[in-house]
């Protein structure tokens, strides 16, 4: 099992859990659920104390990652399987992202 936290704008807002299984969870933080100043992470997952479950990665996530070149390049240097589309996201999300969200590996 891996995990990350997730971050808006450098606020924690959840974890994010790849299974054994190959199942992906995305659960918000009970202190930014209640705080209603702080928005949801994104369209596709509004504010709910419910787990959010998937057999793949969540399209939100998987399209903060590179693609192409840049993906191949990433994932030599980082020797990463190219496949590996959560360790990925938890090498590069920490700092290089577009928007508000970063990922940190727990």
Do not use: W
């Amino acid at each position: 099992m891996r995990q990350a936290e997730v971050f808006v704008n450098k606020i924690f807002a959840g974890i994010l859990t790849e299974t054994d299984n190959g199942h992906y969870i995305f659960r918000y933080d009970d202190a930014y659920l209640i705080n209603s100043g702080f928005p949801a992470i994104s369209l596709a997952f509004p504010k709910r104390k419910e787990e959010y479950v998937s057999d793949e990665l969540f399209p939100f996530f998987f399209n903060m990652l590179s693609e192409g070149a840049n993906k191949a390049m990433q994932c030599r240097t980082l020797k990463i399987d190219e496949n590996d589309a959560f360790g990925l996201l938890l090498a590069t999300a920490k700092y290089d992202t577009i928007g508000a969200i970063t990922i940190n590996e727990i």
